[in-house]
């Protein structure tokens, strides 16, 4: 069950008694959390009904006991149970969770990892709970799931800007959504976020970034490679050489994996290598310009300037000079 159908459910009057909510992707965990906090209850019923928990203070017998108390003035109550992995003696909740009152709405969430599958607790969620498991969202699905978190809220996005926006803030979707947030305040009557207001509004350079020097380099474009190292010499935050590497390695090493590739449908390709389908046209570029030797040369030129980088048999060499370097050995 997805978060938008628990909370869909809620919307229609839809309740179980127990909901536990884990993994390693905080975004969805909280955005039910959030919800169940401000939106099952009013703001009336709230009052008498609603008891929040956090995990690091929580004593498992008050917990137990807040849940087996009976709603006032109302249908139902709600317990929440925040950063659940701190609470000691969290199995101690078996007992409740295996017979629970209908009336309570008792939803845990545990975060940054999941119950031991062989613990009786694990097997008890199975059978007794509505058990929502998460996990860190794949970079190659950031695209497709920001264009429609944007669709989600009745606006479009260009390509070039989705791109944009995913490249800089990388797997971290409850920025990705604040950003978005951001812009939407700011479009006015317009209905699509376009380029220029990353731009203006995300802080980042529509023209010198990590994902414009990618193309760049794709391209074999020495001369606006080197445009772009120079903006991130005068701009130190912009892009330091920690973050510009593992975009040109996965550039590269992606394209590595074409070499293998027996089929030559784009869309066969990005599920053989685990991409999204809009970048392969860019690895095509890429093995089409290097080829394969050309490209084997740049990934070991990029593992030897990352030695670099951390001061490993180099004196001092700034950055900016670094990336100049390597780029110029790459494309020649």
């Not at 929580?58 to 149970?81: G, H, S």
């Not at 005068?234 to 070499?259: D, E, G, H, R, W």
């Not at 394969?292 to 040369?297: A, F």
Request: with cysteine.
């Amino acid at each position: 069950m997805s978060a938008e159908k628990i909370i869909s459910d809620w919307k229609k009057k839809l309740f179980k008694p127990v909901y536990w909510l884990e993994g390693e992707e905080d975004y969805f965990i909280d955005k039910i959390v959030q919800y169940a906090e401000h939106n099952i209850l009013t703001e009336a019923e709230a009052g008498f009904n609603l008891t929040v928990f956090y995990g690091r203070d929580a004593d498992w017998t008050q917990v137990i006991n807040a849940c087996k108390r009976y709603p006032m003035f109302a249908e139902r109550q709600v317990v929440l149970l925040k950063e659940a992995q701190h609470m000691r003696e969290i199995d101690k909740l078996e007992s409740y969770i295996e017979q629970p009152l209908t009336s309570t709405v008792f939803i845990v969430a545990y975060k940054e990892k999941k119950v031991d599958g062989r613990t009786q607790l694990a097997k008890l969620l199975k059978t007794k709970a509505e058990l929502f498991t998460t996990k860190k969202m794949y970079d190659n699905q950031l695209p497709d799931w920001t264009n429609e978190l944007v669709k989600s809220k009745g606006y479009t996005i260009s390509q070039k800007g989705l791109l944009l926006l995913v490249d800089h803030i990388g797997n971290d979707l409850s920025r990705i959504d604040n950003e978005i947030e951001k812009m939407l305040v700011n479009l006015g009557s317009r209905t699509s976020i376009t380029e220029d207001d990353i731009e203006k509004y995300v802080g980042v350079s529509k023209e010198y970034n990590p994902f414009e020097l990618q193309s760049a380099m794709a391209a074999k474009d020495l001369s606006k490679a080197m445009r772009i190292i120079q903006y991130f010499e005068a701009n130190p935050k912009a892009a330091p050489i920690q973050l510009v590497l593992p975009t040109l390695y996965n550039l590269f090493s992606k394209t590595y994996m074409i070499f293998g590739q027996a089929s030559k449908d784009e869309k066969t390709i990005a599920a053989n290598i685990g991409v999204n389908a809009w970048f392969v046209k860019d690895y095509l570029l890429v093995a089409r310009n290097y080829g394969y030797n050309g490209v084997e040369k740049a990934l070991l030129l990029l593992h030897h300037y990352n030695l670099k980088s951390v001061g490993i048999n180099d004196t001092g060499t700034s950055d900016a000079s670094l990336l100049k370097e390597m780029v110029v050995k790459m494309v020649n």
